[in-house]
Each structure stands twice: as structure tokens, then as C-alpha cells.
């Protein structure tokens, strides 16, 4: 377990484990029954992680719940949790938080600058010729990528 989801109970990491990486919404009697617990226990965590904004929660019968990719640029949300994706990056720099989104596996581009996949030990960088960088934080696993110099050479 890294060092961004020690702070989550095992509750709280159970449930957001079973929640879609991409943010779609998950019916939240189905969650509450794969899960095996009652109805007091599913909410208490459901209202610990919308406080710490992991997810989001309907209101009423028949409620969804989701993770909270709002912090996450919407070009990344379909990659989260999916190796084997491809991301156009539209802006830099831009850090992509791993507790939210898991880009492991996932390959990272930026028009004229190249790109690289979301590989190696966490604290690596890979850059190349074109000014593309892409960096693991040892600490959080969160992903960096920044550019530099001019567009064209990669």
C-alpha cells in the first residue's frame, strides 16, 4: 500500500477499491452488498471519503456513488486504472494525483514533445530529446509531466 492511502481506514479502502477508476458511477446497493455490510457502516464510509473528496455520493433511493475525479483533467479520467491507454496531454504542467488515478501502465504524449509510458520505481523520471519529462514521486506515486524548449524535435 503506498504511502497516499494509508491514511484511509480499511473500510474506507475496501469500498473506494470497488468503485470504477474511470469515475463512472456504481450502484450503491450493488457496492453495499458485495461489500457485506449494513447500511450504517456503508454510509459512515461513504461520508469519510467524500470529506477527504475521494468520492461522491447521490442523494435518495437507488443512489450512485463515484470516485471524485474532478481534481484529475478530464483527458486522464478514461486512463485511470487502465494500462495500455494513451493520453494527449492538453497542458502543462500538470501533476495527476495516484490516489485518485492510477496511471500505471499508461502511455503520456504531448503534441511536438513526445511522450512516455507510466512505468518504473517510483521516484523515476523519463524525458527525451523533444522536452517531454514525466516523473513518479517516490512518496505519493503521483505523476508529473512538465515540457521544455521548443515544440517540433522529438
Do not use: K
Not at 491514511?7 to 456504481?26: I, K, M, T, V, Y
Not at 471524485?68 to 495527476?96: K, N, Y
Not at 490516489?99 to 503520456?108: H, K, P, Q, W
Amino acid at each position: 500500500m503506498s504511502q497516499t492511502e494509508d491514511h484511509r481506514d480499511a473500510d474506507e479502502q475496501a469500498l473506494f477499491e470497488l468503485l470504477p477508476a474511470d469515475g463512472s458511477p456504481a450502484d450503491s446497493t450493488e457496492i453495499r452488498t458485495r461489500l457485506g455490510w449494513d447500511a450504517e457502516r456503508y454510509a459512515s464510509a461513504c461520508v469519510r471519503l467524500e470529506e477527504q473528496e475521494y468520492v461522491l455520493s447521490g442523494q435518495g433511493r437507488g443512489q450512485s456513488v463515484c470516485r471524485d475525479l474532478t481534481a484529475v483533467p478530464p483527458e486522464f479520467r478514461s486512463a485511470c486504472g487502465r494500462p495500455g491507454s494513451r493520453v494527449i496531454v492538453r497542458q502543462v504542467p500538470v501533476t495527476i494525483p495516484h490516489a485518485l488515478c492510477d496511471l500505471t501502465g499508461v502511455s503520456l504524449s504531448y503534441p511536438g514533445h513526445g511522450g512516455a509510458t507510466v512505468t518504473g520505481p517510483p521516484g523515476s523520471a523519463v524525458w527525451n530529446s523533444g522536452g517531454f519529462r514525466l516523473e513518479v514521486d517516490a512518496d505519493t506515486l503521483d505523476v508529473t509531466v512538465t515540457v521544455s524548449g521548443p515544440a517540433g524535435n522529438a
